[in-house]
């Protein structure tokens, strides 16, 4: 299993060529080199899980990083199940992205940057995923977050683009402040960052408490927050999700790269990988569960009543990762993954399949402005839908076994909030259901509502990009059936391929439970689609009815719930005054440059002084001279 | 002894009273005479060879001084037309 390394190191050897070469000499063919990397990670992964199917694994360092007393940090790879379906994951959707890209990309200037980054994301993620040890993990953890925001600033001419990169990334710094804490104290605690060792000893230290702020807070409950901090920040969960819906400002495909598929579900894999840390604090589950749950109800009301076709999905996705979380929470880490999975590839496909939309519309992001782009654009309604039906849970699609699993799981969960975040994670369903057709009702059905320009502008979108469509689609269709539930007369393969690392709660529930919930996800979803068929294709009167009877709620909504201007106001602002006041007006001024300036000035008055011993006079100094060695021989005598 | 505190005297008078760079050479020179006798004195009064060793530096040394001074002084000549050290003040800080 040596090969395994080519893995990470293609995407880097395309990213180090094309920021080297690209600009100069790859020029329109940068995606070659970008594209043949990926693919071949992707034939590399694909060996790679057949060999962990086979039973393989491996955990194994490579190479000492860092030797500094007893702190060792090497560069490590562990191949185990988990690790096998994220990099099938990242492997896959990003070389349909990067392909789907060559159409979408094309003739813009900076071509050979964003393929670049494009691999030099597609290296850190899978250095995150593979790696043995805390330390790595943190590395492409950090990895991943530069290169989102390299590319949410991609159109850095853009304010807008640039800024939302800058909030990205300093919204991140507040989770993975928690993150870096936690790894400090995992390191102090176990004196190694290797994730064995510390799972190993993790029972070794339950029922430890730690002297905090006052408090005595458990230590397996604080490292657990701390590392869930970090997965807050970078899966955009409560309350550190504001940063994603602004990421949208980037292109298309990194958004459904990024934003969709891979990065953002890194919080997901971090959980499930320090699941052995989790499961011994129960209050970490259930801060995980409902964290989850709250967000996944939060974000599915919110892209509602959203007019940005990207913002809508964006809003979808922090709901479905929540669900993740839910998952995770009530200990059903392989249900959290799997819904990780199936969500990837319809996720990427609705975001691929709004570029889509875009690019025959010229950029437009309005929903309101769109409508009847069905017969225009078949494969890319058709793919749509498909993703649409996949995310609203209907059966039969890979959306459907994800979920309805995490749904059970924690209906059935012997965790004491189990059946509160079901409730709410079926509201949610509901709601995704409702917010996905309404999107694709204004969108593709009805009269077109653009400008006469437009209209007449409107084209399918070139093959480059409608193939990795229908691939993704197959994907959103089929990738469910690897877990198809025992209920249904499947092997629930995907869940116990994972067993070995994840773990399987025990579902305390009869097989009519099991029925009602998965008839209850079932209607709902069903109910959520008849529900937006209805008031945007029979009715289109309500909506704007019900926007206006319900304004103050319909503005909330509208408004996000005034997060980010609570945040401009007890964070941003304070901070920029603080800035602004303290440490440009004060320190800065003051302090630094008085010292800065300070001391060149007062040397200057002193060699002013000094200046005037120097007359230019040859007899002057003669006199000098003469003076000092009398001084000094008659010193001498004197202090003889 | 007393010849050579004399001469050196003088050579240190000269040179701080007399604005002619030439002169004030000719000083210098008187200074290093008055140490070489000195030197050579003492030489024969501890009965020691390292002493006129070191004059015969010490003349060697003044010769090639006098070569490069007197070049210097030349070259100055050409410029500034003058040989006298109060005119000459271009390094005046």
Known sequence: MEYYLLIPFLPLAAFILNILLGKEVFREKAHWVSILAVVGSFIIAVATLFDVISGKTLNEDLYTWIVSGTFKASVGFLIDPLTAVML??????????QIYSI?????????????????????????LAMSNNFLQLYFGWEGVGLCSYFLIGYYFHKKSASDAGKKAFI?????????????IIVFLTFGTLHYLPVFNNMTGIVGKTVHLLGFDVSLVTLIALLLFCGAVGKSAQIPLHVWLPDA?????????LIHAATMVTAGVFLVARCSPIFNLSEVALIVVALTGAITALFAATIALVQKDIKRIIAYSTISQLGYMFLGCGVGAYAAGIFHLYTHAFFKALLFLCAGSVMHAMGGELNIQKMGGLKKYMPVTYLTFVLGS?????????????????????AYSSPNPVGKFVWLLGTIAAFLTAFYSFRLIFLTFHGKFRGTHEQEHHLHESPKVMTIPLILLSIGAIAAGWVGIP???GGGAHFAEFLKSVLGHPEAHGTHNEEWMVMGISVIVGLSGIGLAAYMYLARTDIPVRLAKNFSSIYRTLFNKYYVDELYSFTIVRPTLWTAKNILIGFTDAKIIEGIVNGVPRLIGKFSGMLRKVQTGLVHHYAT?????AFFIIALAILLR | MLLS?????????GFLSRRNIIIMFMSIELMLNGVNISLISFSHYLQDMRGQILAFFVIAVAAAETVIGLAIVIALFRNKATVHVDKINEMKG
């Open chain 1, 248 to 256: 949208m400002e980037g292109p298309t495909p990194v958004s459904a």
């Open chain 2, 5 to 13: 505190a004399a001469v050196f005297t003088i050579g240190v008078f």
């Open chain 1, 88 to 97: 099938i994951v990242v492997t896959t959707c990003s070389s349909l992205i």
């Open chain 1, 103 to 127: 159409g979408y990309m094309h003739g813009d200037k900076g071509y050979y940057r964003f393929f670049a980054y494009m691999s030099l994301f597609t290296f850190c993620m899978l250095m």
């Open chain 1, 486 to 488: 025992h209920l249904l």
């Open chain 1, 624 to 628: 000098i001279i003469a003076a000092g």
């Open chain 1, 389 to 409: 039906l996949s995310i609203s849970g209907i059966p039969g699609f890979a959306g459907f076994f994800s979920k309805d699993e995490i749904l059970w799981l």
């Open chain 1, 171 to 183: 919204v991140n710094r507040f989770g993975d402040f928690g993150f870096g804490l936690g790894v």
